[in-house]
């Protein structure tokens, strides 16, 4: 495995707190940055290091803070995305929960850069034990004056507010979070006006991951070019990979971006559980189109994946065997888009609600070939069409799953196997609504 | 968006003592927020953890401190699946039913725990003791199959496992 920098501290015991945290390295860049440097020496620094959103979306970091107009009038807000929900993604949870400190750090430097004095993170409300280190670890740093009037004694002020969700996926969408964050129900806005400009209160303001802000003590501590050498071009750093699924090794693996998805897989997730095939993964997280067995030689950054018809997203890898059954699957995509929809534009709220029933048809053994075109009308009317990009999310599970694994779908539905899958789940008592 | 818990159609408690004792701890989080109404969801984790529900009464009472309406504070109530609105057991089970705990037998899992209980999607146990929802990824997908039960991860579940953890909760 390749050096440990945003899990450095995740295996050492109690390291959420600041007095292992602070011997280990804990705002010791931070404490050189602030004052120090000009705020656009270190936006300059993060633009210079291609680091890229760790969200999802993969849009350049030095470039979104740029966005902040100049000398506002208004206060600006820094807000971290921590409502981790991407099916297949499990990192963020690993930072919150085994080293806050190095989070509220790359808060102290980023805040600075923008100009903003006050952040919140926003966490996912089920993350009980990662929201109780992270608040004490918040609490900590404000009784040290990491945190308050004075950061480090240099005159520049900086507020930190621990905000918990309350269980829906769309709020990690980050004008859904914005919403949610002011007391609304979690309905994403139109764009533009992006955040930057009218994002938080009407003020301006930048969202970024927990694991994006995690890097940016390390390239201000090492350096753009160090930065920039640790990942393939374009696309800095490492990355924490969440490998979920029928893999010897399931975990969180920190590795440069753009390492091969073979690699991922065989040599660090110790291959397919107990030898078998493999049939097809997810390269990140639910809402990436599947890839087959024969896909898999693509470099796992922002480019590679995107040049292979589906995308790095959340970096959350969910691996299948052979003896997977893919109608099984887009069901069970499918429940989680039609549950998770916000339900703020119809053919979103209309589209996944219709794709599930026809797939649980199909999986119940009652559908027919023709439902699987009418699967893919539904997803083509779904793409593009609405306020966010969740829609899209749903639909290429269906498209990718369905186009690529045709055969076996209508295999499936002539055979009328489904009515045995029925019977077996209705006498286990197991089929989840 | 998630298990909604049925609306009660028992009459509620009166709330007032517990909420009166919550009346300090509002204030303070009120205070963090810029914004009087950003406190909402935090208001309704303080009073649910208090009171085990949401009430009219104690959506009334986040609106008071919020400075928004009932309305507001009941839309937002609906929205969130982790607000719930009648009783739910001394022990909430969020039982994840997503992709990569499918993959690692959370069908079966399921069905061994609503067998064990008695109970489906969304019941609760006689006694009050569990309730059961069926839960979209709760991020813990390299420790699969998961369930949260109350405020804590149990992972790697077998069904020997889930009758220990159930088993030994009071
Ligand atoms: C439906 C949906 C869900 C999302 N969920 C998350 C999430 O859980 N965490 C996250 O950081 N970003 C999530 N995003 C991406 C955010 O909208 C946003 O791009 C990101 O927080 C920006 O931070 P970054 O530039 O550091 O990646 C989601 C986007 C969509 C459309
Ligand atoms: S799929 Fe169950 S925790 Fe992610």
Known sequence: MSEAILSRNFNIPDAHKLSVAEPRGAYETARKVIGALKPEEVTNTVLASNLRGLGGAGFPTGKKWQFIPKDSKKPVYLVINADEGEPGTCKDRYILEKDPHQLIEGILISAYAIGSHKAYIYIRGEYVLPYRNLQSAVDEAYAKGYLGKSVFGSGYAMDLVVHRGAGAYICGEETSLLNSLEGKRGYPRLKPPFPAIVGLFGCPTIINNVETIACVPHILKNGAAWFTALGSPGNGGTHLFSVSGHVEKPGVYELPMGVPLRDLIYKYAGGVKGGRALKAVIPGGMSAKILKADEIDVKMDYDGLKAAGTMLGSAGVMVMDETVCMVKMLYYATKFFSHESCGQCSPCREGTGWAHKLVTRIYRGEGSVKDLDTLLTIARNMEGRTICVFADAAAWPIQSYITKFRAEFEDYIVSGRGKAVAAELEAAGAHAH | ?170
């Open chain 2, 1 to 170: 968006m998630g298990y909604k818990g049925k609306a009660c159609d028992k009459p509620a408690p009166d709330f007032s003592s517990k909420l009166k004792a919550l009346d300090a701890q509002a204030e303070l989080i009120v205070a963090k927020y810029d914004q009087k109404s950003a406190a909402t969801l935090t208001l309704l984790h303080l009073a649910q953890d208090a009171c085990g529900y949401v009430t009219p009464e104690i959506e009334q009472w986040v609106a008071r401190w919020a400075d928004v309406t009932p309305v507001h504070v009941h839309g937002v109530v609906t929205f969130y699946s982790m607000y719930h609105q009648a009783p739910v057991g001394r022990h909430h089970i969020r039982f994840c039913t997503t992709t990569s705990c499918v993959l690692n037998g959370s069908e079966d899992l399921l069905g061994h725990v609503k067998k064990k209980l008695g109970i489906q999607n969304g019941g609760v146990t006689p006694d009050g003791k569990y309730s059961l929802e069926e839960s979209e990824c709760l991020c813990a997908c390299d420790q699969a199959p998961v369930m949260q039960v109350g405020d804590d991860y149990h992972s790697q579940l077998t069904a020997k496992k889930i009758d220990r953890i159930l088993d030994g909760l009071k």
